[in-house]
């Protein structure tokens, strides 16, 4: 969940340049972000009158660009729910993917509910001697839940559910709220004509399979 990211260029005002942001962004907040930026308004109507759920994204520019650190904007995101995709073979049919939020960062915590593969701790670089490959087939059993004070714990080695059960139960509850009206379209069976026109026409790459007639020629855009 935490990965390298940088702010940069001329609309970065000076007093922000060299400086960090301790605060909750996802990816999807880069489309209200860049929506701010342009000017342009973020809400879909389209989607809204398909009876759609609005756009989880928030514009972080005021919170990036804000010169006083103890502005309300500085964290405009206290929650982000962690979404998965699960395999549901219902009725014997093909595998479908269903998301399901097994998890949750709000304020200063984060409470994960499940089972996780990979679970392990890597070095400052992977591979390297001190992480084996063998290590990756660990899974993590967080049942029951597991809690880490994302402040003083940010590698999350120390699960503190056991003495947090109130918050625990609260995050809980919050998991199942969100888990009620989670947005899980039904997107297809899986298809081996994906694999074929990554390696085949896109250099690795994804691109358009569904219909092979439009595909274009590899090299020719």
């Given amino acids: 969940m935490q990965v390298p990211a940088f702010v940069s260029g001329g609309a970065l005002p000076p007093h922000r340049r060299g400086t960090t942001w301790d605060g909750i962004a996802a990816l999807w907040d880069l489309y209200a972000t860049f929506c701010g930026l342009a000017g342009v308004d973020p809400h879909d109507k389209m989607a809204e009158a398909a009876g759609l759920p609005p756009v989880d994204s928030i514009n972080m520019w005021p919170a990036w660009s804000s010169r006083n650190r103890n502005d309300s904007m500085v964290h405009p995101r206290q929650e982000l729910a962690i979404g998965g995709a699960l395999g549901n073979a219902a009725g014997g049919g093909p595998a479908h993917l269903t998301t399901t939020v097994e ?9 994960l509910v499940g089972t996780f593969a990979e679970a392990i701790w890597t070095g400052p670089q992977y591979p390297n001697a001190s992480s084996k490959a063998s290590e990756w087939a660990t899974t993590a059993d967080c049942t029951h839940g597991c809690l880490y004070d994302l402040i ?69 855009w």
């Avoid at 998890?103 to 409470?111: E, P, R």
């Avoid at 120390?158 to 947005?183: E, S």
């Fill in 103 to 111: 998890g949750i960062i709000s304020g200063d915590y984060k409470l």
């Fill in 152 to 220: 003083t714990d940010p590698g999350e080695h120390l699960d503190i559910a056991q003495h947090n059960p109130q918050l625990v139960a609260q995050l809980k509850a919050r998991i199942a709220t969100i888990n009620a009206t989670v947005f899980s379209p039904h997107r297809g069976s899986v298809s081996p004509q994906a694999c074929a026109g990554a390696t085949q026409r896109y250099g690795g790459f994804w691109g358009p399979f569904v219909n092979e007639s439009v595909l274009p020629t590899p090299g020719v």
